[in-house]
Each structure stands twice: as C-alpha cells, then as structure tokens.
C-alpha cells in the first residue's frame, strides 16, 4: 500500500505535521496541529475521510452551543428553571427516571408548545409568577403539564396539596 504524503495537508482544524512512524491497521499515524494549539495523533483514515476534524475542541464547542442555545447557564451550570423543565420532560418521557412510573408511566406529558421548547416554558413561567423558591404544580394532578393546568405554589404548598403525599401513599401500598 503506497503512503500518501499528507504534511502540510489541513483536514477541518487540523494541520498534518509529520508520520509519528505508528501505524494501526496499517494506517499511517500522523502528528497534527489542531487551530486551538493542541497537537493530536490520527489515523490517515480518519483524517481522510472527515471522521476526525479537530483535537476534540470542535465536539467540546458543539456540545456546549448545544447545552446553551437557550442562554441560561452560570459558569457552565443550568439555571434552576432550565433545571425544572429538563426534570418535567425526563419525569415524562424517560422510563429510566425514579419518577417516571407517576408520571410518564401514567400518561402524563408535557404539552407540545414546551415539550421541545424551552424558551417556550420560560416564557410562560416569567409571564406566570416563575420565582427561585416556587415549584410548577398542576392544578389538575392528572392533567398534562400544559399553561392552562401550572401554575407556581412554595414547594410546602405542592408536598400537601397531593402530588407528593399521592406519591407517598402509593409507594407504601406498594412496599404492603
């Protein structure tokens, strides 16, 4: 198999600096230079056919645009009420959550205009009494999450008015 001579080559944010003498599979492992100063080892392959783009940095930003497109993070943590809809929407939608079997399992879901929106949900809580020491409670405790059915109440408030103590009382007839 003929090496092909990549040095000097840019591959996404990679610069190819030399042949490490490596080989994987019969692949040339080359040096690289990544835009953000870091230096890197990767395959001929991957340089070759787009797997590899960068040092890692290019995922790390990607994933951080992903995580912060609504903008409601501090020093890298979610803000307390992108923390409330995250935990609705895995309390709904996800069979792994604790809770889920109360709330997904049970058919609860979130309303179409916030399921996929947070920017939508925030919207609605600033507009509906949205404070730090406050939690959303449904009115209705089988209803959706849904504007017509939330509403904010102190979290002592929410623990009496059934959510909770249902929750309490259906986890001791099961544990009978």
């Known amino acids: ?3 092909i001579n990549l040095i000097g080559q840019r591959f996404g944010r990679l610069i190819v600096l030399r042949d490490t003498g490596k080989r994987c599979w019969r692949y040339v492992v080359w040096l690289c230079k990544c835009d953000c100063g870091r230096l890197t080892e990767v395959l001929n392959n991957n ?13 790390k930003e990607i994933v951080k645009k992903i995580n912060t497109i609504h903008g409601d993070t501090k020093e890298g943590k979610a803000v307390r009420l992108y923390r409330i809809w995250r935990s609705m929407k895995s309390r709904c939608y996800n069979p792994n959550h604790n809770s889920y079997k109360y709330y997904g399992g049970k058919g609860i879901k979130i ?3 916030w399921k996929n929106d947070y920017l939508a949900f925030k919207s609605w809580a600033l507009a ?49």
């Open 1 to 3: 198999m003929k090496k």
């Open 111 to 113: 309303c179409d205009g």
């Open 47 to 59: 340089l070759r056919t787009g797997c590899t783009k960068s040092c890692g940095c290019l995922q």
């Open 128 to 176: 509906n009494g949205y404070k730090d020491d406050l939690t959303i409670d449904r009115i209705n405790p089988d209803g959706n999450y849904c504007p017509k059915n939330c509403r904010w109440i102190p979290k002592s408030e929410n623990s009496r008015d059934g959510g909770f103590k249902r929750w309490r009382e259906e986890r001791q007839q099961c544990s009978k």
